[in-house]
Nanobody, 118 residues
């Protein structure tokens, strides 16, 4: 089963930038649609962005124009570039992998904390 390891979270001032990375332990990274979700304290986990093997991307409205998702299949890594961060972006960010070829499965990472100070 694929394992996901996230990195890149931290504390940043409003208006700053961070780049999250998530590396997957699988030989068939191309079989997965990858994504990022986030969960603030006391709130549900929400979709942030997804990207397919063919680079089709999807963003939730509150990050459009500020966040960008990308993937490097050779490195088996998906990235989330976050610019113009706002205090309301503070949350635990989870990497997500959905296997869409062959046997379907889903996997979540452990999460990486992003804190934006005002």
């Amino acid at each position: 089963q694929v394992q996901l390891v996230e990195s890149g979270g931290g504390l940043v001032q409003a208006g700053g930038s961070l780049r999250l990375a998530c590396t997957a332990s699988t030989k068939m990274f191309r079989d997965y649609t990858m994504g990022w979700y986030r969960q603030a304290p006391g709130k549900q986990r929400d979709l942030v962005a997804t990207i397919t093997y063919s680079r089709v991307t999807q963003y939730t409205d509150f990050v459009k124009g500020r966040f960008s998702i990308s993937r490097d299949d050779a490195k088996k890594t998906v990235y989330l570039q976050m610019n113009n961060l706002k205090p309301e972006d503070t949350a635990l960010y989870y990497c997500y992998a959905k296997k869409i070829i062959g046997t379907r499965s889903e996997k979540w990472g452990q999460g990486t904390q992003v804190t934006v100070s005002s």
